[in-house]
């Protein structure tokens, strides 16, 4: 089963504890992703991760409109909520969580860095515009089947997943390897009922591993 692998997103420090955009238990992802990067390490299966990778004046950062973090406005034309400043490019924030077996990882894509429009997806731009290398890189090593996890369930997981999805890879989404920024409470589960609703097949870590 050489043509799945298991994509890890966004898994670093500025969405954890202690973050500047911390979201609720999000270290409890590390250790779901360490046991998924070793079930797929022992069958040969590749392991990529994205990063939010933002110059430190981007465009969805709430300091560069004088808005108060998690307000509505819009960038390039696009609705966009303004965040506080966060995984800027080469910080201790950006940098991937340090208990992720992150030596396991094949390769990391970058996102965010076109400082005019967010990217919440690790294949897209949030207007579509720009790709990042993800899609070429899994198509140039035959990968037909993704298996996703990380951070945060309500934007960078399910735009990942819905475009994996257009793009046409089958998704399996693990569940309990996610959390939500929950701008309002239901965000998260209304996210998962997106991607379920999309195509996308939801486990937790112990279903997934009855499949194995
Ligand atoms: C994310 C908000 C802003 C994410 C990234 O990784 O879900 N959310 N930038
Ligand atoms: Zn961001």
């Not at 992802?29 to 990778?53: C, F, H, M, P, Y």
Request: aromatic share 8%; glycine share 8%.
């Amino acid at each position: 089963m050489k043509q799945r692998a298991l994509l890890l997103v966004d898994l670093q420090n500025d969405f954890c504890a202690g973050g500047a955009l911390a979201v609720a238990e999000g270290d409890s992802t590390i250790d779901v992703a360490n046991t998924l990067i070793d079930w797929s390490k022992a069958r040969g299966e590749a392991v990529v991760a994205s990063q939010d990778w933002h110059p430190a004046h981007h465009g969805s950062f709430a300091s560069q409109h004088d808005a108060e973090p998690f307000t509505q406005g819009e960038l390039d034309g696009l609705p966009q909520t303004w965040w506080p400043d966060h995984c800027i490019q080469e910080s201790e924030g950006a940098a991937l969580h340090p208990l992720l077996n992150s030596k396991a990882i094949d390769a990391v894509f970058h996102k965010g860095e076109n400082p005019a429009i967010d990217s919440y997806s690790a294949f897209f731009d949030n207007g579509h515009r720009q790709k990042t290398a993800l899609d070429t890189w899994l198509r140039h090593h035959e990968i037909i089947e993704l298996t996703v996890m990380g951070l945060a369930t309500d934007y960078c997981v399910k735009y990942t997943v819905l475009d994996a999805l257009q793009l046409g890879y089958s998704v399996n989404v693990i569940t309990d390897g996610c959390r939500g920024v929950n701008l309002s409470p239901q965000d998260s589960a209304q996210a998962f009922m997106e991607m379920a609703a999309a195509g996308a097949t939801l486990y937790t870590l112990d279903d997934w591993r009855e499949t194995q």
